[in-house]
């Protein structure tokens, strides 16, 4: 079975603070991603990354960066927390398939608090 | 970014009712994928359709990819109390962007 982690279930920061967001895969995919999900906006790709050292925006990257020095590993970065970014943050894998037989697999979410 | 329209938004049934609902896009897709998010939980992949026409089940849940490529149906049959929470489809296009596009999500509530 494909295990996505994230470091934390539960986080609380105040606002100006720099938060680490980690996520873990055990599947030697390719492809990791970084969504936050908001009551009435649903999931919302903030940026994704492709391979090691390869990052693209998704659709809200403002305020945020990530990190993908390892393939297993891919880090959300938020330089200066804002209380609007208190959200569910969601991380997924998949592996890259030219067959296009590629398929989504999330971690359990970090609800991150900003105050 | 872009959403899928999903339908219907939520549903309030009696156990062992059965549940249908899909998700339609303007856009060709080439995989559909499903999901069930629990409060407070990740997503978790439910069925994975790959091929336009596809019928896959999983247990009470079938999946169906539409012939038009542009929807997808879930439905589950006799459901349990378990079955509550937020199912929700995801598409890709083929244009073979690494991105998927989220339904809005149908909430699911299973009366006793």
């Known amino acids: 079975d494909v295990k996505v982690t994230q470091s934390s279930r539960y986080l609380v920061k105040r606002t100006g603070e720099k938060v680490f967001l980690e996520c873990v895969q055990d599947?030697?995919?390719?492809?990791m991603f970084w969504y936050r999900q908001d009551p009435g906006l649903g999931l919302r790709l903030i940026y994704f990354s492709y391979d090691v050292k390869m990052k693209e925006k998704g659709d809200i990257p403002e305020g945020y960066s990530v990190s993908r020095e390892k393939k297993e590993r891919f880090s959300l970065i938020l330089e200066s927390a804002s209380t609007n970014q208190t959200s569910m943050y969601l991380c997924?894998?998949?592996?890259?398939?030219?067959?296009?037989?590629?398929?989504?697999?999330f971690g359990p979410g970090t609800r991150l608090t900003v105050l | 970014g872009q959403q899928l329209n999903q339908s219907p938004q939520s549903m309030f049934i009696q156990e062992g009712e059965d549940v249908s609902m899909n998700c339609t896009s303007s856009?060709?897709?080439?995989?559909w994928l499903w999901y069930k998010q629990d409060p407070g939980e990740g997503p978790v992949l439910l069925i994975a359709l790959y091929k336009a026409g596809e019928l896959t089940s999983n247990g009470r849940l079938t999946a169906q990819f539409g012939i038009t490529r542009k929807d997808s149906f879930l439905n589950i049959s006799a459901s349990i109390p378990s079955d509550v929470g937020i199912y929700f489809c995801a598409g890709r296009r083929t244009s073979g962007t690494y991105k998927y596009i989220f339904g809005t999500g149908t909430r699911l509530k299973v009366l006793a």
């Open positions: 599947m030697d995919h390719e492809n």
């Open positions: 997924a894998s998949s592996l890259w398939d030219r067959g296009r037989t590629d398929t989504q697999y």
């Open positions: 856009s060709i897709f080439n995989t």
